[in-house]
């Protein structure tokens, strides 16, 4: 079963507009998530993370938003660029537990032009 | 400038054949992973290291065995017995207990003909 779901295998935006990604998860103990973005053929590289505690985290045109009730959380791009096309991973993680990362099958996104 | 190495970037095998990844950080990391990618699948733990001569299997371990004589090198080893080694495989690593942030190098694409 899986711990962390990212539901959208695709999302298709347009330049300018708003891309949202979302995760669920089902464990409550994770403590702390992070988003990686990849592309073809390259490792992944970090882009954002939110701790339990919070339920916003911005770093310029990327938020986080973490609802722990609901398990979910979202990854806001504004506004999206052609460059952002990729595959974005969410992750999740106990932080002191020293378990690996759980990662979801991650969700492709394509900016037009 | 510090980063993780990891050789080959592409490899081929025949069925039946042993094939060791490398996998060599700079960056004074304690733990170390291995993941694999799949298409569809996101990525899935193979094996995770958080000190030097101590490992732990992942979710997908069969088929695989590593080794951690030094805190600077994590090789995998890809053996016969896995059933569907084709993959992109990825290292990363991270400070240590505490430390949320994985740093992933830039993968290994493995191709058994």
């Known amino acids: 079963d899986q711990q962390v779901k990212q539901n959208s295998p695709s999302l298709s935006v347009q330049e300018g507009r708003i891309s949202i990604l979302n995760c669920d998860y089902t464990n409550s103990m994770f403590d702390y998530f992070l988003w990686y973005k990849k592309y073809p053929a390259e490792g992944p590289t970090f882009l954002i993370s939110?701790?339990?505690?919070?339920d916003k985290n911005e770093d310029g045109r990327f938020t986080v938003f973490l609802n722990k009730s609901a398990k979910h959380l979202s990854l806001h791009i504004v506004p999206s660029q052609p460059g952002d096309s990729a595959v974005y991973f969410c992750a999740a993680g106990q932080g002191q537990a020293g378990t690996a990362l759980i990662f979801g099958k991650g969700t492709t996104l394509s900016v037009s032009s | 400038d510090g980063g993780i190495t990891q050789s080959p970037k592409y490899l081929f095998r025949k069925e039946g054949q042993n094939v060791t990844l490398s996998c060599e950080q700079n960056?004074?990391?304690?733990?170390m992973y291995w993941y694999r990618q799949d298409p569809g699948q996101g990525l899935r733990l193979i094996y995770y290291s958080q000190i030097v001569n101590d490992f732990q299997k992942g979710d997908i371990a069969e088929g695989y065995s590593v080794s951690r004589e030094k805190k600077e090198s994590f090789p995998l080893t890809v053996t016969s017995a896995q059933k569907n080694p084709t993959a992109f495989y990825l290292c990363a690593s991270k400070l240590g207990n505490g430390a949320n942030v994985l740093t992933f190098g830039a993968g290994s694409r493995l191709t058994v003909l």
């Open positions: 939110i701790s339990s505690i919070k």
């Open positions: 960056l004074n990391h304690d733990a």
